[in-house]
C-alpha cells in the first residue's frame, strides 16, 4: 500500500484496474486508491504477471500493507505468503548492554550483552538542562589516546539552551568517540569510553556500531517511502498540464506517460493511444516522432525549484516542543492598552542625562511590570495540574534573540532593583545570550516574562506564554502620531503593549487591572522611584 499523500496512513482500495494473470507493464495503473484526500490512481513500476492480490476492492489497509505481487506467469510465490509479515517495531526494540549498569544506547536500543573490562567507563551524553532530550557535540576537547584526568573538559555540547563545557568524572585514556563532532545523540546514548590504555574494547565498538547501522538503515527505508510517494504525488499534478486546452475530450494516459510527455515537449493531444480503451501509455510516448512537438506542446514553465534544508538544532527543537505545548495547552487570551510615553521620554533624557548613566525603555518596563505584579500576585502566577502558584517574588524573563532561536535570562527580584541595576543585568545577559555563555540557573526560575520587538519597529503583536508563566508582555514600537489632549489634537508619542494571559489563572478583569497599575507606572515613571 503506498503512501500518497502526508497524511496518510492507510488506504482503502477503490477499485483494481486488473485480475490475477493479468499482464502488467511499466506504468500501467493497477488500481484507484482512496486516500485521506482523494482517490488517485496507483501505477505499477514493474512489468510482468500479476499474482496475487492481497487486499479486495473496498478494504481498508495499512500503509506498506502488501497490496499485490507481480513476476513471471506461473512463478512460485508460496514461501512469500507464509513468511512472516516484517514488524517496524522490531527494528527498534531489540535490547543490547553495554556497561554494567545496563546503559543502554540511543533510541533505548541496544545489543547483546558484551563483557565490561575492568577499569572501562561508559560515558554517555549528559542531561545538561531540564528540557534536554539530545545534545550535539560542538567541540571535543579530547581526542582518541589522549590521558584524561577527572575533572578535565572532554567537550562543548549543545543543548536546546546553550553551549556547555562538558567535564569528565573518570581519569585514563580516551579509547573511542561515539559521537562525532556536529553530530546530535539523544541523552544517555554512547558518547565515549574511558579506561586504561591500550586496553581492547572493540567488542564493545562492534556492538554499538553494529545497533548504529540497524537503526540508521531502518530510519532510511522510512524516510525513503514518503519522499517516493510525494514525488508520485507531484507527478500526477504535474501531468495534468498535457491536456489541449481547446477541447473537452479527456485525454486518457497513464502517468508514466504524463510525465515523460512532460520531460519531452510532447503534446499528448497528438499521440494515439495503443493501450486499453485507446489509453496512452509509455511505449506510445517512446515511439512517438512527430516533427512539431515542442511547438504543438501548451505553454510549460521553465523554472527551477530549489531549496535548502537545514537541519533543526537542539534550541529549535525544544522552543518549538515547549511554545506548541504552551499554545495548545494553555487558553491563551490577549489584552491590548496604548500608552502615552510622553512622560517616559522626558523622564529617561532626564536620567541619562547622569554622568555614567545609561537606561533604556526596556529597562523602565522591566522595573514598571515588576512593581506592577507585586501588586497583582495573581497576573505573577503559574499553573501546575493540581495548584496554582501565587509567586510573592518577582523574577521577570527578558526575551532575548538570537542566531538559533530565543533564549530567556531572568532578572531576579527586578521590583527590588534600581533602573541602573536593571540596564546593567539586561544589557549583561543580552550578550552573553548571543555568544551561548549563560549559566543554566540564569535562565531558570522566571515567574514572568517580556518580549519587546519595538526596536525592530515592530508597533504591536502577540507572544505565546512561558510556561508554567501565566502571562506575557509584548512591547512595541514607540510611535510620534496625533493625539487628543485636554480636547486639542496634539504631537504625542505612544506605544502598544499586548498581554497575553492564561485563563486557567489570570481572569479578563485581572489582567485589566494590571495593565491599570502599570500604565500609572509608564505615564508617570517617577513614581517607579518613590
Known amino acids: 500500500m503506498p503512501r500518497l499523500s502526508d497524511t496518510m496512513t492507510e488506504g482503502v482500495v477503490a477499485k483494481w484496474l486488473i485480475k490475477i494473470g493479468d499482464k502488467i507493464e511499466e506504468g500501467d495503473i493497477l488500481a484507484e486508491i482512496e486516500t485521506d484526500k482523494a482517490t488517485m490512481e496507483f501505477e505499477s513500476f514493474h512489468e510482468g504477471t500479476l499474482l496475487y492480490l492481497g487486499i479486495q476492492e473496498g478494504e481498508t489497509a495499512n500503509v506498506d500493507s502488501l497490496l499485490a505481487i507481480i513476476g513471471e506467469k506461473g512463478e512460485d510465490i508460496s514461501g512469500l505468503l507464509k513468511a512472516p509479515k516484517p514488524s517496524k517495531e522490531n527494528l527498534?526494540?531489540?535490547?543490547i548492554s553495554v556497561n554494567k549498569e545496563n546503559v543502554e544506547t540511543e533510541n533505548n536500543v541496544t545489543s547483546n550483552e558484551v563483557e565490561i573490562p575492568k577499569g572501562i567507563e561508559i560515558i554517555t551524553m549528559p542531561r545538561l538542562s531540564d528540557t534536554m532530550t539530545e545534545g550535539t557535540v560542538a567541540k571535543w576537547i579530547k581526542k582518541v589516546g589522549d590521558k584524561v584526568e577527572e575533572g578535565e573538559i572532554l567537550a562543548e555540547i549543545e543543548t536546546d539552551k546553550a553551549t556547555m563545557e562538558f567535564e569528565s568524572f573518570h581519569q585514563g585514556t580516551l579509547l573511542f568517540i561515539g559521537v562525532e563532532e556536529g553530530d546530535s545523540a539523544n541523552v544517555d546514548a554512547v558518547l565515549a569510553i574511558i579506561g586504561e590504555k591500550g586496553t581492547d574494547v572493540s567488542?564493545?565498538?562492534e556492538s554499538i556500531e553494529e545497533i548504529n547501522i540497524k537503526k540508521s538503515n531502518a530510519l532510511k527505508t522510512e524516510q525513503t517511502k514518503p519522499v517516493q510517494a510525494e514525488v508520485k504525488k507531484e507527478e500526477k499534478v504535474i501531468a495534468?498540464?498535457?491536456?489541449?486546452?481547446s477541447t473537452n475530450e479527456r485525454?486518457?494516459?497513464?502517468?508514466?506517460a504524463k510525465k515523460l510527455a512532460i520531460e519531452r515537449n510532447i503534446n499528448l493531444q497528438h499521440v494515439k493511444?495503443?493501450?486499453e480503451g485507446g489509453r496512452i501509455i509509455k511505449r506510445d510516448i517512446e515511439n512517438y516522432s512527430g516533427s512539431s512537438a515542442a511547438a504543438n506542446m501548451p505553454f510549460v514553465p521553465t523554472g527551477e525549484e530549489s531549496f535548502e534544508e537545514v537541519n533543526n538544532s537542539q534550541m529549535r527543537k525544544v522552543i518549538a516542543r515547549r511554545l506548541g505545548e504552551s499554545k495548545f495547552t494553555a487558553p491563551h487570551y490577549y489584552l491590548n492598552v496604548e500608552f502615552d510615553m510622553d512622560n517616559s521620554i522626558a523622564f529617561r533624557n532626564q536620567y541619562n542625562s547622569i554622568p555614567d548613566t545609561k537606561i533604556s525603555f526596556n529597562d523602565m518596563i522591566v522595573k514598571a511590570t515588576a512593581l506592577a505584579l507585586k501588586?497583582?500576585?495573581q497576573v505573577n502566577s503559574q499553573w501546575f495540574d493540581d495548584k496554582i502558584r501565587k509567586n510573592h517574588h518577582v523574577h521577570i524573563g527578558v526575551a532575548v534573540g538570537v542566531d538559533d532561536g530565543l533564549l530567556v535570562p531572568v532578572v531576579r527580584f527586578a521590583n527590588e532593583q534600581n533602573l541602573t541595576q536593571i540596564g546593567a543585568q539586561v544589557k549583561d545577559y543580552a550578550k552573553r545570550a548571543r555568544d551561548k555563555k549563560l549559566a543554566l540557573e540564569e535562565m531558570e526560575g522566571s515567574t514572568f516574562t517580556i518580549s519587546n520587538l519595538g526596536m525592530f519597529g515592530i508597533t504591536d503583536f502577540t507572544s505565546i506564554i512561558n510556561q508554567p508563566n501565566s502571562a506575557i508582555l509584548s512591547v512595541g514600537a514607540i510611535v510620534q502620531k496625533p493625539?487628543?489632549?485636554?480636547g486639542n489634537i496634539v504631537v504625542g508619542n505612544t506605544m502598544k503593549l499586548t498581554l497575553a494571559c492564561d485563563h486557567r489563572t489570570v481572569d479578563g478583569v485581572t489582567g485589566s487591572l494590571f495593565l491599570e497599575t502599570l500604565k500609572g507606572y509608564i505615564e508617570n515613571p517617577i513614581t517607579m522611584l518613590v
Open 92 to 95: 527498534y526494540t531489540e535490547k
Open 203 to 205: 567488542k564493545i565498538i
Open 240 to 245: 495534468s498540464s498535457p491536456k489541449s486546452t
Open 251 to 256: 485525454i486518457i494516459a497513464s502517468p508514466l
Open 273 to 275: 493511444g495503443t493501450g
Open 375 to 377: 501588586q497583582h500576585p
Open 483 to 486: 493625539v487628543v489632549k485636554d
